[in-house]
């Protein structure tokens, strides 16, 4: 039953598209929220997230139309949907796909978030620092806690270039740290 109630939300929101976009909500309401309202029952805002969630699991399909396994959950669809580009929500997916398959564990929103940052960083990665953290910065360096975290959302999410960004960070606290001693 939920799987057909999801799979019910998600045709609803395709639906909700094909009217807004055909604009076909104007043969009986002057705007698209009044049609939202007294048509569907909900808010405009609302119709347009349905929208969203329909397109970004719309977007995950393969070129024969299938999805091998689709997210079962609105709170894994909106961390797809911060990815803009279907083929980074593809990639995000099969990520996370990987990852359940490996791990045993279910796919988690958490772990769709940790994988949609580790591609948006992939899109756009920050500079990477060859200095140590100097003393009079008023950031401090990371923890051990910190890195291990990061490495934790780096293996959960398989994307190496988080370690090796980890990796050089240690081996920059070690060397500033012995040039301190």
Same mark, same amino acid.
């Given at each position: 039953m939920i799987e057909k109630g999801?799979?019910?939300?998600?045709?609803?929101?395709?639906? !909700? =598209?094909?009217? *807004?976009?055909?604009?076909?909500?104007?043969?009986?309401?002057?705007?698209?929220?009044?049609?939202?309202?007294?048509?569907?029952?909900?808010?405009?805002?609302?119709?347009?997230?349905?929208?969203?969630?329909?397109?970004?699991?719309? #977007? /995950? =399909?393969? &070129?024969?139309?299938?999805?091998? %396994?689709? @997210? +079962? +959950?609105?709170?894994? $669809? *909106?961390? /797809?949907?911060?990815? =803009?580009? @279907?083929? #980074?929500?593809?990639?995000?997916?099969?990520?996370?796909?990987?990852?359940?398959? !490996?791990?045993?564990?279910?796919?988690?929103? #958490?772990?769709?978030?940790?994988?949609?940052?580790?591609?948006?960083?992939?899109?756009?990665?920050? &500079?990477? +620092?060859?200095?140590? @953290?100097?003393?009079?910065?008023?950031?401090? @360096?990371?923890t051990a806690m910190d890195v291990?975290?990061?490495?934790?959302?780096? +293996?959960?999410?398989? #994307?190496w270039t988080i370690v090796d960004? $980890?990796? %050089?960070? /240690?081996?920059?606290? %070690?060397?500033?740290?012995?040039?301190? /001693?």
């Amino acid at each position: 039953m939920i799987e057909k109630g999801w799979k019910t939300f998600l045709e609803v929101g395709l639906a !909700l =598209k094909k009217v *807004r976009e055909s604009r076909l909500y104007r043969e009986d309401h002057d705007t698209w929220e009044a049609f939202c309202r007294a048509v569907v029952g909900i808010s405009k805002t609302e119709a347009n997230r349905q929208i969203l969630d329909a397109e970004v699991v719309d #977007d /995950l =399909k393969a &070129p024969n139309g299938v999805i091998a %396994e689709a @997210p +079962s +959950s609105r709170s894994q $669809v *909106r961390a /797809l949907a911060r990815l =803009k580009k @279907p083929e #980074d929500r593809r990639e995000a997916w099969r990520r996370v796909c990987e990852t359940t398959e !490996l791990t045993g564990r279910p796919a988690t929103a #958490d772990l769709v978030t940790d994988v949609v940052e580790a591609i948006r960083g992939d899109a756009d990665p920050p &500079p990477a +620092s060859s200095h140590p @953290p100097d003393e009079t910065s008023a950031s401090k @360096p990371a923890t051990a806690m910190d890195v291990i975290e990061r490495l934790r959302a780096a +293996s959960r999410a398989q #994307d190496w270039t988080i370690v090796d960004e $980890v990796i %050089e960070h /240690l081996a920059a606290l %070690e060397l500033y740290h012995q040039t301190t /001693l």
